[in-house]
């Protein structure tokens, strides 16, 4: 029996710590409204895979379907001309 395997974009980003000022990361999987954090990259890799996973076989255990994301989805960054005099503020 072949394994059927779903793609879902995670995203990254250097963050702060819920309720402190101590650097991490954030995982994110937008479509499936889920994240976690780490301190290293490389945890929260695969931190954000288990917690899938875990959220995969909870929907299949509840008899729910599992969402799958658009094959075709492109994530890319933009780099915009900033005003001058801008302010800048970092989330």
């Given at each position: 029996?072949?394994?059927?395997?779903?793609?879902?974009?995670?995203?990254?980003?250097?963050?702060?710590?819920?309720?402190?000022?101590?650097?991490?990361?954030?995982?994110?999987?937008?479509?499936?409204?889920?994240?976690?954090?780490?301190?290293?990259?490389?945890?929260?890799?695969?931190?954000?895979?288990?917690?899938?996973?875990?959220?995969l076989e909870s929907l299949?255990?509840?008899?729910?379907?599992?969402?799958?994301e658009k094959e075709h989805?492109?994530?890319?960054?933009?780099?915009?001309?900033?005003?001058?005099?801008?302010?800048l503020s970092f989330s």
């Amino acid at each position: 029996m072949k394994q059927k395997i779903a793609n879902y974009t995670v995203v990254i980003e250097k963050d702060k710590r819920t309720g402190t000022s101590k650097a991490c990361y954030t995982a994110s999987v937008p479509f499936l409204g889920i994240s976690t954090e780490a301190d290293t990259l490389k945890q929260a890799q695969r931190d954000i895979l288990s917690l899938v996973q875990f959220h995969l076989e909870s929907l299949a255990e509840e008899g729910d379907k599992i969402l799958i994301e658009k094959e075709h989805v492109i994530v890319t960054t933009i780099k915009a001309l900033l005003p001058k005099n801008t302010s800048l503020s970092f989330s």
